[in-house]
């Protein structure tokens, strides 16, 4: 096989320093191309646990396995995308994944104005995803590369535990994350108010699909909003109208 040489032995091929993430993640150079290996860390399984414990008090939802699992997991929702708005996979094992490189700026290093083309890219990406009947599980923010005028998501470890509840309401829990999250990752109200803007314009929402009332307290932690609810409030106002 064509990537045989490279999944034995990815460190010869390394062109770039680990990027930031919980697993090891790394670019590399093979037969003139560049990709992206994606490697099983064994420390990544704490960092997983903590955010298994961190969504539990947002939608209860995440799932806790061993890196090795989730990269699995990953692997087959690239394999299922195929490139729709995220990178395409080439190959994998059973640690390791070589996945298109792809080169883009992560939402942290963007202008404001770049920003909003992220937040338009990434709910038309999400969108798109959904439509495959993929979930991301761990739609954060942080997850998204601009490149050009479109937006990929870069992370598909995360899943959801509770797999018999109705894909409209995993969607819409991936959805509701990549809202809150823009807080989290910004403390800025008007951007995470603008996502749920955007957001109402690709998804509708009622209380049939997700609960919206979840407390400001209980969303602190996960994502750090205001504990006067009052932003809470004002996203629940623009998903439900």
Not at 90 to 115: C, M, Q, V, Y
């Amino acid at each position: 096989m064509a990537f045989e040489r490279l999944l034995e032995n990815p460190e010869k091929f390394r062109c770039g320093e680990n990027y930031r993430a919980t697993n090891i993640v790394f670019p590399v150079e093979f037969e003139s191309k560049k990709y992206v290996i994606k490697k099983a860390g064994h420390l990544s399984s704490l960092a997983n646990f903590y955010y298994a414990l961190q969504d539990g008090l947002f939608y209860q939802t995440r799932g806790v396995g061993t890196s090795f699992e989730r990269l699995q997991r990953e692997a087959a929702c690239l394999e299922k995308l195929a490139g729709c708005g995220a990178p395409s996979v080439f190959a994998h094992n059973e640690d390791t994944i070589i996945r298109e490189f792809i080169e883009g700026t992560p939402f942290s290093n963007l202008s404001d104005l770049k920003r909003e083309r992220a937040l338009q890219e990434g709910f038309r990406s999400l969108r798109r995803i959904h439509y495959k009947d993929v979930i991301i599980g761990d739609a954060h923010v942080k997850n998204i590369l601009l490149s050009g005028y479109d937006a990929y998501w870069m992370d598909f470890e995360g899943y959801f535990y509770d797999q018999e509840k109705p894909a409209t309401t995993l969607k819409a829990i991936d959805v509701l994350k990549f809202i809150y999250s823009t807080y989290s990752e910004t403390r800025d109200e008007k951007i995470t108010l603008r996502a749920a803007e955007i957001a109402r314009n690709h998804y509708e929402f009622n209380q049939n699909t997700v609960n919206l009332d979840l407390s400001a307290l209980r969303l602190w932690f996960p994502t750090r909003i205001p504990l006067n609810g009052r932003l809470n409030k004002q996203i629940k106002k623009i998903l439900l109208r």
